[in-house]
C-alpha cells in the first residue's frame, strides 16, 4: 500500500463508502489475560470500564466516529475478539461501547461487530467472510499508522481490494482539529511503545512469507490468548 503517513483526506471522497472496517489493538495483547482481568475488575467497579482500552485502539474510535459523521461510510465494521478470555468483552465491543460514549448520534444499527479473530490474520479472514456476506463492494480501513499497512496487505490477500486512497491514519484523523495538528503524531509516533511495534511489525511481516494469510499467527493467538 501507499505511505501510511500519506492518509486519503476526507475531502476527496467521490463515492461513499460501503463500511470502514476498524481492528482492535488492545486487550490481552500488551498484559497476560489475569493482569487484564484484574484491571477489568477494578475500572468495572469505578464505572471507568472504557479506560481499559489501549490508546491505539482508543484513536482508531475516535477517528472511525469523525470519518463517519462527514458522511464517508455507510456501516463500520469493529473486528478482534475476546482476546483477554471469555469471560471478558470482546474488543469489538469495547470499540462499539467507546463509539456509544463518545458519538452517541451515531446509532447502532451501522454497526457491525466480528468478535472470533484474535490476530490480524484472523481478523482479514472473518472480515473478508463478512465483506462477501454484505455485499460491499467499497471498504475503508482504518488503523495506526504502524500497523495500518499489514492490515492492508492481509485483507488483499483474503480478496478485497482495498483501495490505497480508502486507508485512513488514525492519529492523523484524530489531530485535525487540534491547535497544534503536528504535535500528537509527532510525539505519538517518536515514542518508545510504537518503535517496539514497529519493530514487532517487521518481524512479523518476515513470517507473512511464509505464512501468507497469517493462519498460524491466528492458531497460536487462538491458543493463548484466552
Known sequence: MGNPESPRSVESVQQKLDALVVPGKDIGVRNSPKQIRAKQNRLTELGMVGSALSLETGLNVIATGK?????????????????AGDDIRSEAQAMRDLLREVYPEIPDSVIILEEESKSTGGNAEKVSKI??????????????????????????RYGVNVKDEDTFVAEKIVSQEAKDPTLFPLHYNSSSVVEAEITREGIKNIVYIFDRKARILEWVAQKTRK
Open 67 to 83: 470519518l463517519f459523521k462527514q458522511g464517508i461510510a455507510e456501516k463500520i465494521i469493529f473486528t478482534t475478539g475476546h482476546t
Open 131 to 156: 465483506i462477501k456476506q454484505h455485499n460491499f463492494e467499497r471498504v475503508g480501513i482504518v488503523d495506526v499508522g504502524f500497523h495500518l499497512p499489514d492490515v492492508v496487505m492481509l485483507l488483499r
